[in-house]
């Protein structure tokens, strides 16, 4: 085979390749709507499970999408406080000691790439290790640890787009580094934190093998941090591992309610990205 | 005196806040050694009365009368993990060289939406989509195309969604690590007399070699411990899988599978985090390594 035959055979590949990915998100999205969005309906996104739901009656979702969206708050907003501070950190006040920085960016990105159900198990043994029940609570600190490595990368990976000069400024007229960090850092990657949280949120809205061990599941809709907690993507699990069709469908519909969300969050967050540029 | 005040105030806030940054990095850089101390601890109980030898190496799984093999769930997670890999990595270094070096700019502005979506989709999404097109796939389609009659539910069906599940983490890193290399050296190849080819053969693609091999050890090792979608698709039958079309029984799965049951029997308790345990170290050994392998890479 000579060069132009094989430049021309491996360009077809390529090609190929590439219809190959945007065929399969169009299929998954495709093949997901078309078999839930028949079945969803307005009572199954404003009630809770009634008697008799796991065997097709009567009922909806409304536990899991409340549950979900407490617990991914939860965890965002905890993994936000705890992940912000390091990456500002990390850039304002460590910015001298290179090393160390990238030391620190390699255990996250190492972290990063923990599976979640490792952090589940690990999240099990302290909540026996504290003697607390499957909760809301526990749920959010499991699915926060998860989610902080990557708030943290996130966000330190706009931080460091700040021009160096800007913090050698402000330090020479007499700010303090936490003045620096939190007035002009932060406001300067204003966006690349906005795209940090909704990246973190998303992945913990469709996390589930984090949840599985410390959210529990209950068919109604927690009025305390204490108290187990319903999850989307579990709702999505249970209801499809049911022989029932009618429960298969709903588990397909709830399924079109959780992509409906990401995509929203996707796309929010492309938007607010491409502002930037 | 005012002034003063002030000063001190935001001297105060300052050293508030560098305080609160210090405590949330050092619990953070703490968490994985206690998450290590504790998935020990739990399944010390376990290998204190099996060797570990036996542990990994027997294929005899009956948590009831206290045999705990792993073999199965592990030569499970392997032929999964290393079958997702054959499927995504070629289809991933061909898009990577095709958006970089042939595409024009519209394509790329479509795929880094297509990407960042796909990454964002959640796995018991994937997991739902295997069920409604790969499994009735492999058991109308291929199964009988080789003349086998299967259920679907087989490893094929877990790596095929695996594969699809790690192509845009791998895709994303590709891409940028075959844009890091530098212009000149294909400009000198190309003045050499080289062919655009020749030199994304010769020179792009082995210039990045050791950054396209690290990204496909984390590829691989985000194939390892993913969960729910795998564990929807592939069957779950403990037993050592000597074919693609059969079910299989990965680690995570049995982690998530047997939650419920396992407080009541200690030593069943104790082989789960034992499996969690080697899921970490596993997970853990391939990423230090790879991006180990990226940093060395970035610096010569």
Same mark, same amino acid.
């Given at each position: 085979?000579?060069?132009?035959?094989?430049?021309?055979?491996?360009?077809?590949?390529?090609?190929?390749?590439?219809?190959?990915?945007?065929?399969?998100?169009?299929?998954?999205?495709?093949?997901?709507?078309?078999?839930?969005?028949?079945?969803?309906?307005?009572?199954?996104?404003?009630?809770?499970?009634?008697?008799?739901?796991?065997?097709?009656?009567?009922?909806?979702?409304?536990?899991?999408? $409340?549950?979900?969206?407490? %617990?991914?708050?939860? +965890?965002?907003? #905890? @993994?936000? /406080? =705890?992940?912000?501070?390091?990456?500002?950190?990390?850039?304002?006040?460590?910015?001298?000691?290179?090393?160390?920085?990238?030391?620190?960016?390699?255990?996250?990105?190492?972290?990063?790439?923990?599976?979640?159900?490792?952090?589940?198990?690990?999240?099990? $043994?302290?909540?026996?290790? %504290?003697?607390?029940? +499957?909760?809301? #609570? @526990?749920? /959010? =600190?499991?699915?926060?640890?998860?989610?902080?490595?990557?708030?943290?990368?996130?966000?330190?990976?706009?931080?460091?787009?700040?021009?160096?000069?800007?913090?050698?400024?402000?330090?020479?007229?007499?700010?303090?580094?936490?003045?620096?960090?939190?007035? $002009?850092?932060?406001?300067?990657?204003?966006?690349?934190?906005?795209?940090?949280?909704?990246?973190?949120?998303?992945?913990?809205?469709?996390?589930?093998?984090?949840?599985?061990?410390?959210?529990?599941?209950?068919?109604?809709?927690?009025?305390?941090?204490?108290?187990?907690?319903?999850?989307?993507?579990?709702?999505?699990?249970?209801?499809?591992?049911?022989?029932?069709?009618?429960?298969?469908?709903?588990?397909?519909?709830?399924?079109?309610?959780?992509?409906?969300?990401?995509?929203?969050?996707?796309?929010?967050?492309?938007?607010?990205?491409?502002?930037?540029? | 005196?005012?002034?003063?005040?002030?000063?001190?105030?935001?001297?105060?806030?300052?050293?508030?806040?560098?305080?609160?940054?210090?405590?949330?990095?050092?619990?953070?850089?703490?968490?994985?050694?206690?998450?290590?101390?504790?998935?020990?601890?739990?399944?010390?109980?376990?290998?204190?009365?099996?060797?570990?030898?036996?542990?990994?190496?027997?294929?005899?799984?009956?948590?009831?009368?206290?045999?705990?093999?792993?073999?199965?769930?592990?030569?499970?997670?392997?032929?999964?993990?290393?079958?997702?890999?054959?499927?995504?990595?070629?289809?991933?270094?061909?898009?990577?060289?095709?958006?970089?070096?042939?595409?024009?700019?519209?394509?790329?502005?479509?795929?880094?939406?297509?990407?960042?979506?796909?990454?964002?989709?959640?796995?018991?999404?994937?997991?739902?989509?295997?069920?409604?097109?790969?499994?009735?796939?492999?058991?109308?389609?291929?199964?009988?195309?080789?003349?086998?009659?299967?259920?679907?539910?087989?490893?094929?069906?877990?790596?095929?969604?695996?594969?699809?599940?790690?192509?845009?983490?791998?895709?994303?890193?590709?891409?940028?690590?075959?844009?890091?290399?530098?212009?000149?050296?294909?400009?000198?190849?190309?003045?050499?007399?080289?062919?655009?080819?020749?030199?994304?053969?010769?020179?792009?693609?082995?210039?990045?070699?050791?950054?396209?091999?690290?990204?496909?050890?984390?590829?691989?090792?985000?194939?390892?411990?993913?969960?729910?979608?795998?564990?929807?698709?592939?069957?779950?039958?403990?037993?050592?899988?000597?074919?693609?079309?059969?079910?299989?029984?990965?680690?995570?799965?049995?982690?998530?599978?047997?939650?419920?049951?396992?407080?009541?029997?200690?030593?069943?308790?104790?082989?789960?985090?034992?499996?969690?345990?080697?899921?970490?170290?596993?997970?853990?050994?391939?990423?230090?390594?790879?991006?180990?392998?990226?940093?060395?890479?970035?610096?010569?």
């Amino acid at each position: 085979m000579n060069t132009k035959t094989e430049e021309k055979f491996f360009r077809m590949l390529m090609f190929l390749s590439t219809i190959f990915i945007v065929g399969v998100l169009l299929l998954i999205v495709v093949s997901v709507l078309y078999k839930g969005l028949p079945s969803l309906s307005f009572t199954m996104l404003t009630s809770i499970p009634k008697g008799g739901f796991y065997f097709g009656e009567e009922g909806g979702i409304l536990n899991a999408i $409340i549950g979900s969206i407490y %617990l991914s708050l939860g +965890a965002t907003f #905890l @993994a936000f /406080i =705890i992940g912000w501070p390091i990456a500002l950190y990390m850039n304002v006040y460590l910015v001298k000691h290179h090393t160390l920085v990238n030391a620190i960016r390699f255990v996250f990105d190492v972290l990063w790439g923990v599976p979640s159900i490792v952090y589940g198990a690990f999240g099990f $043994i302290l909540m026996v290790f %504290l003697g607390v029940r +499957a909760s809301l #609570l @526990a749920g /959010i =600190i499991t699915v926060s640890l998860f989610i902080v490595p990557i708030m943290v990368r996130a966000i330190d990976e706009s931080l460091k787009s700040v021009p160096r000069g800007l913090l050698e400024s402000a330090l020479s007229l007499g700010s303090t580094r936490s003045e620096i960090s939190y007035r $002009i850092f932060s406001r300067e990657a204003f966006q690349g934190i906005i795209t940090a949280i909704l990246l973190s949120f998303g992945r913990a809205i469709g996390d589930a093998a984090s949840v599985l061990f410390t959210t529990g599941y209950t068919d109604r809709i927690p009025t305390s941090l204490m108290e187990p907690s319903a999850t989307l993507p579990l709702s999505i699990f249970f209801q499809l591992s049911s022989p029932i069709e009618a429960v298969q469908d709903r588990a397909y519909a709830s399924a079109t309610v959780l992509i409906s969300m990401v995509l929203v969050i996707s796309l929010l967050s492309r938007f607010i990205g491409n502002r930037r540029n | 005196m005012k002034h003063i005040r002030l000063t001190r105030y935001r001297k105060w806030r300052n050293v508030f806040h560098q305080s609160w940054m210090m405590i949330a990095l050092l619990a953070m850089l703490f968490i994985p050694l206690v998450l290590v101390a504790g998935l020990i601890m739990k399944s010390m109980l376990l290998l204190e009365n099996h060797p570990l030898f036996e542990l990994l190496f027997s294929s005899d799984w009956s948590p009831l009368s206290s045999r705990f093999g792993f073999l199965p769930f592990i030569v499970s997670s392997l032929w999964i993990t290393i079958l997702s890999l054959l499927i995504s990595a070629p289809v991933c270094l061909l898009t990577a060289i095709h958006l970089t070096q042939y595409a024009k700019r519209w394509v790329l502005r479509i795929m880094h939406p297509v990407i960042d979506i796909l990454a964002g989709i959640p796995s018991v999404i994937f997991g739902v989509w295997g069920i409604l097109v790969i499994v009735p796939f492999i058991s109308h389609q291929l199964g009988p195309l080789f003349g086998k009659s299967v259920s679907g539910y087989s490893i094929l069906a877990g790596a095929f969604v695996l594969s699809i599940m790690i192509i845009p983490f791998m895709l994303n890193m590709l891409i940028e690590l075959i844009k890091a290399v530098p212009n000149e050296l294909q400009e000198a190849s190309l003045s050499l007399g080289a062919s655009k080819w020749q030199t994304i053969k010769l020179v792009v693609v082995r210039k990045a070699l050791p950054g396209i091999v690290s990204s496909f050890g984390l590829g691989m090792s985000r194939a390892f411990g993913e969960t729910i979608a795998v564990l929807m698709v592939v069957g779950n039958v403990t037993r050592i899988p000597t074919g693609v079309f059969q079910p299989g029984y990965p680690l995570p799965a049995l982690i998530a599978n047997n939650y419920g049951e396992m407080l009541s029997i200690p030593l069943y308790d104790s082989a789960l985090m034992l499996a969690a345990l080697i899921l970490f170290l596993v997970v853990l050994m391939f990423n230090v390594f790879s991006r180990f392998l990226i940093l060395k890479a970035e610096t010569h």
